[in-house]
């Protein structure tokens, strides 16, 4: 575990981990073993979400066409037919046919003049206009699909610039732990020697004394 202490605002930050530095689970299989059957007895996350999750996002919920359109969709259900009924002419059923059945048929008729009018008025204005817009329409696609891509680019120039930093700052305070943790093992291990000294030259004292009384006593 390593500390990070900000003399600024006199903050202690701790890391847990350093993954660019601690290798021991690559080190010891018999460690990761223990980490994973440890992990395995962590009960599981709940279902529910944090209650600062947002709820999911219902779209066109004031539009019911677009919503069964959607649903249509993602069932991958297939489009419905087109409905051509309405593009018929069709005669009077009777013969020769009522003033009224004819009267509909006229109707029929003129109502499939007008839209075929209005097909070719549409027609005509997008033959017109309608290269130049969609080159419109098309430049500024490109130009959107550009910023985007840059700004993809700058992202994972950002992310490999973090990640190298962080990978350098960690080696760094890891050769500091590797350093710190060696000079821990040779003061213990002095400190052990020391002691085991001390324990002799208490014995040899002991010895020492017991030779004088002795020798005191003859």
């Known amino acids: 575990m390593?500390?990070?202490?900000?003399?600024?605002?006199?903050?202690?930050?701790?890391?847990?981990?350093?993954?660019?530095?601690?290798?021991?689970?690559?080190?010891?299989?018999?460690?990761?073993?223990?980490?994973?059957?440890?992990?395995?007895?962590?009960?599981?996350?709940?279902?529910?979400?944090?209650?600062?999750?947002?709820?999911?996002?219902?779209?066109?919920?004031?539009?019911?066409?677009?919503?069964?359109?959607?649903?249509?969709?993602?069932?991958?259900?297939?489009?419905?037919?087109?409905?051509?009924?309405?593009?018929?002419?069709?005669?009077?059923?009777?013969t020769p046919g009522t003033d009224e059945e004819w009267q509909q048929a006229l109707k029929n008729a003129q109502s499939q003049l007008e839209h075929q009018r209005i097909r070719h008025t549409n027609l005509a204005l997008l033959q017109t206009y309608g290269p130049n817009a969609w080159r419109i329409h098309n430049y500024l696609l490109e130009a959107t699909a550009k910023q985007a891509e840059t700004a993809l680019e700058e992202l994972k120039q950002r992310t490999t610039d973090i990640n190298r930093e962080r990978k350098n700052s960690q080696t760094q305070i890891g050769n500091q732990l590797t350093s710190l943790e060696n000079k821990w093992t040779e003061l213990i291990s002095s400190i052990l020697q020391i002691e085991m000294a001390n324990v002799a030259l208490d014995a040899e004292v002991d010895r020492l004394n017991k030779k004088e009384a002795e020798l005191a006593s003859m």
């Open 2 to 94: 390593a500390s990070l202490i900000d003399n600024d605002t006199h903050r202690t930050e701790i890391f847990d981990s350093l993954p660019y530095y601690d290798n021991d689970l690559e080190k010891n299989p018999i460690l990761r073993e223990k980490v994973e059957r440890e992990l395995a007895r962590e009960p599981k996350p709940p279902q529910t979400l944090h209650p600062r999750v947002p709820p999911p996002l219902e779209l066109f919920k004031d539009k019911p066409g677009l919503a069964a359109e959607l649903a249509r969709v993602e069932a991958h259900q297939p489009l419905a037919p087109l409905d051509t009924i309405r593009y018929q002419l069709p005669a009077p059923t009777s």
